[in-house]
């Protein structure tokens, strides 16, 4: 009976484990579940693509086109870049098979990212505000239409390649909540700028060097 009992329970789990891996194989966004271990320093908007490519691959998904959702301010002759112009159109869903947004309007507009649909790609929660240690700052530079800010001032840590206290990146909270009910404190792509491009200057206000990553297609 013991023995009956050992292979049902294998049976189930190895069942979950492929109902999972097909729920991840259709995936379309999450949010990556590490850094890229030098700050707000991605490698530029490549770097930052080449993490949600590999983290994508690596649960199935990889062969599907990631782009990082960050935009980069006009440098060196060459023009601002939108973090909504590299995305495609959606849809998109999460590792669960939850769909957050139809198409890039309502990405921008009226979305289903939550706490509980704003997953990784192993379908995991981001620790938000209330949990200890709160990771909810998703590196963005944008803002909440999803454009590049003008200007003079560093909204995205020299374009994604700066890894100490100069500079800044404007964030993002994945779970929606801040200290107050303002739009910024609720906005899920353009709350507030970080401490520096650090590690620890991210993680002082609330990160830990987190993107979003959308397939575009």
Known sequence: MNALRSGLAAALTMAALGTAHAQSADMTFFVSSVNS?????????????????????????????????????????????????????????????????????????????TKQTALTEKGTVVNGRGDTPNQHDILTGSQPDGTAFGGSDDKTCGNWTKSGADGSAIVGHADRTGLDTTPPALSWNSSHPSKGCSPEGLVSTGGNGYIYCFATK
């Open 37 to 113: 271990g030098k700050g707000a320093d991605l490698g530029g908007l490549a770097g930052a693509d080449k993490l949600c490519q590999t983290l994508a691959g690596a649960v199935g998904a990889g062969g599907k086109t990631w782009r990082a959702y960050l935009s980069a301010s006009a440098a060196g002759g060459a023009p601002a870049v939108n973090a909504k112009d590299r995305i495609g159109d959606g849809p998109w869903q999460n590792a669960k098979g939850v769909v957050i947004a139809k198409n890039n309007a309502e990405l921008h507009g009226s979305n289903n990212l």
